[in-house]
């Protein structure tokens, strides 16, 4: 939920200020350098992403992401310029909640935004069982799509700041209760992953 809780505290702090038509140069100026350095970061994150890697910590990229888009909200309700091409840009992220509220309520478009709510704010659930010091074996599971199985990353610390994460490692349809790993040599891991009914041993290679 950490997601939804930094963009509600940001869109209701967006709201109360524009309400209140607040006005602040100087908070407007220090903002416009957060958001802009916000958004170097959560650009680099993407980026990260797409070539699987992350910052260090569940989440981290989307605290960054969050955080970015919460700053324009804010940004927005406090900038006085009309027309502009920097009010159109943060307008964007003012108009997430009025977007996403019309797509609900237009029959054709529910479902798409259904899935891209799902996708934009929730954080899924995340645990992390710890290997060694270089890797993890991670599980995450999303409840509201009523995902019944959760899906197994390994997780490789690296260059300090970032992981490494590669998906489905394995691919066992169960709920797990318990997972012990153990390093077993220089590119096997060994788990052991405990249900209420079965126990499933397995191995994964690493590089």
């Given at each position: 939920m950490i997601t939804i809780t930094?963009?509600?505290?940001?869109?209701?702090?967006?709201?109360?200020?524009?309400?209140?038509?607040?006005?602040?140069?100087?908070?407007?100026?220090?903002?416009?350098?957060i958001h802009l350095f916000l958004g170097i970061?959560?650009?680099?994150?993407v980026i990260l992403f797409f070539n699987g890697y992350v910052l260090r910590g569940i989440y981290t990229g989307r605290v960054f992401l969050s955080l970015y888009a919460g700053s324009g909200m804010i940004l927005y309700s406090l900038s006085t310029e009309k027309g502009t091409a920097r009010k159109a840009y943060l307008a964007m992220f003012y108009s997430i909640p009025f977007i996403l509220l019309g797509g609900l309520l237009l029959p054709p478009l529910r479902l798409f935004t259904v899935v891209a709510s799902i996708w934009l704010l929730v954080d899924g659930e995340f645990k992390r069982y710890p290997i060694d010091n270089d890797y993890t074996l991670q599980t995450c599971s999303t409840a509201v799509i009523n995902a019944r199985y959760p899906t197994y990353s390994l997780v490789q610390g690296k260059y300090w700041l970032f992981e490494k994460v590669t998906d489905d490692v394995i691919a066992p349809y169960l709920m797990p209760s318990d997972i012990k790993t153990k390093r077993i040599n220089a590119d096997s891991i060994q788990l052991h992953i405990y249900t209420d009914q079965q126990q499933l041993d397995t191995v994964i290679v690493v590089e």
């Open positions: 930094i963009l509600s505290f940001c869109f209701l702090a967006a709201v109360s200020m524009k309400i209140k038509h607040y006005q602040d140069r100087s908070l407007t100026e220090v903002l416009w350098y970061i959560s650009a680099l994150c």
